[in-house]
Nanobody, 121 residues
Framework: QVQLVESGGGLVQPGGSLRLSCAASGSIGSVYTMAWHRQAPGKQRELVATISSGDSTTYVDFVKGRFTISRDNAKNTVYLQMNSLKPEDTAVYYC???????????????WGQGTQVTVSS
């Protein structure tokens, strides 16, 4: 079995920073693209940032210049450094990764359980 476990969420004041982590564990063969998504109350889940196995990154416009996605391939971990946080960044943040387990020949998407980020004064 493959699992993704997020950590690092919490309550922060506007303008503050948080760093989210997401570690993949289990019978991992290869980890491909990893990503962060978020879902605010009453809204659909939306993509925030992606990072390929070769460290190419993409960001949605509303986080460019404020958020940075990175990964540590030796630890099968993806990070999201969030700076200049705004109240509208409040959401549950989910990590997602395409992983091929040892038992499979094709990669498939896995999701973490989510971590709450609240930006409020």
């Amino acid at each position: 079995q493959v699992q993704l476990v997020e950590s690092g969420g919490g309550l922060v004041q506007p303008g503050g920073s948080l760093r989210l982590s997401c570690a993949a564990s289990g019978s991992i063969g290869s980890v491909y693209t990893m990503a962060w998504h978020r879902q605010a109350p009453g809204k659909q889940r939306e993509l925030v940032a992606t990072i390929s196995s070769g460290d190419s990154t993409t960001y949605v416009d509303f986080v460019k210049g404020r958020f940075t996605i990175s990964r540590d391939n030796a630890k099968n971990t993806v990070y999201l450094q969030m700076n200049s946080l705004k109240p509208e960044d409040t959401a549950v943040y989910y990590c997602n990764a395409f992983i091929r387990s040892f038992r499979e020949t094709l990669a498939r998407p896995y999701w973490g359980q989510g971590t709450q980020v609240t930006v409020s004064s």
